[in-house]
């Protein structure tokens, strides 16, 4: 049987964009116009086999972008793998917050938990004054995060540890940022969707989710320099809960911005003196 590109991407209940994806994803030569243009494009049968196994395990619920390898953030491609959470459009308001509380000015920056490294390339690649420094426990997360910055050409210092663990004890920083595991061990999220094939790792401190964030604004203080800033991307029913944990290590400036669903998303405070 003659199998077209038409054939194809009708051959799986998957949205006609992920279909495209796939195939794409299979045979880099295609593109969205071409599929467009020339359906009646016979396929070879390899191709087509590689594309329904692809197929099959996206109807299975494994995440299109991990079948893919990448997913974009801030206009730019990062890799993923099932090492690293995969980047959220949400997470951007944390680069925003930081891009708009820091200007252009030079500063050192310091994004805990990197993952994929998402936050921390997209700042040092926006401000290429700033000096930003990474951390993540897992070494197969860092080696993801140092193979993008490789290939977005991002100058960023990566350490393996828990949080502040791995820094040298005089480090001190204009920003830190973080997207924690913020998600509570009994959220019936963490078994729907995309969710299910991420690291539980990156999702949950299994726990009631605020024992990173406790963990993050407890040490930030002593990592902060005067008028350095804490910004921490949390859950959207947390909002209230991290401006007390702010307000508790001192912090001033304290406000939680919300996304474009109108939820809190991310708290940022200053650190004074």
């Known amino acids: 049987m003659t199998i077209t590109i038409a054939r194809a991407l009708s051959a799986f209940a998957l949205p006609r964009l992920e279909s495209r994806l796939l195939l794409m994803h299979v045979q880099p030569e295609l593109s969205h116009v071409t599929m467009v243009a020339y359906p009646e494009r016979e396929l ?54 930081a891009l708009q509380r820091l200007g252009a000015r030079a500063a050192k920056v310091l994004d805990l938990g990197c993952g994929s490294g998402a936050i921390a390339l997209t700042l040092a690649l926006e401000s290429p004054g700033w000096e930003v420094c990474a951390i993540d426990v897992s070494a197969d997360a860092l080696a993801l995060a140092r193979k993008n910055a490789e290939q977005l050409k991002a100058a960023v210092n990566f350490y393996q540890g828990c949080w502040f663990d791995p820094l040298p004890v005089s480090a001190r920083f204009d920003l830190i940022v973080s997207n924690p595991p913020y998600i509570s061990a009994h959220d019936p999220h963490l078994a729907q969707g995309d969710v299910r094939f991420e690291p539980r790792l990156a999702l949950t401190d299994n726990g009631d989710g605020l024992d990173c964030l406790r963990a993050i604004v407890a040490g930030a203080p002593a990592r902060l320099a005067s008028e350095g800033w804490l910004m921490v991307e949390h859950g959207y029913d947390q909002g209230a809960a991290v401006r007390a944990l702010f307000a508790a290590q001192g912090l001033s400036q304290i406000e939680t911005q919300k996304d474009l669903a109108g939820n809190d998303r991310v708290t940022l405070g200053m650190r004074v003196g």
């Open 44 to 97: 070879a049968a390899e191709v087509f086999l590689a594309f329904s196994l692809l197929a099959e395990r996206r109807l299975a619920g494994e995440p299109l972008a991990y079948l893919i390898g990448a997913r974009e953030f801030y206009g730019r491609r990062f890799e993923v793998g099932p090492a690293v959470l995969i980047p959220r459009p949400e997470t951007e308001h944390l680069v925003e917050a």
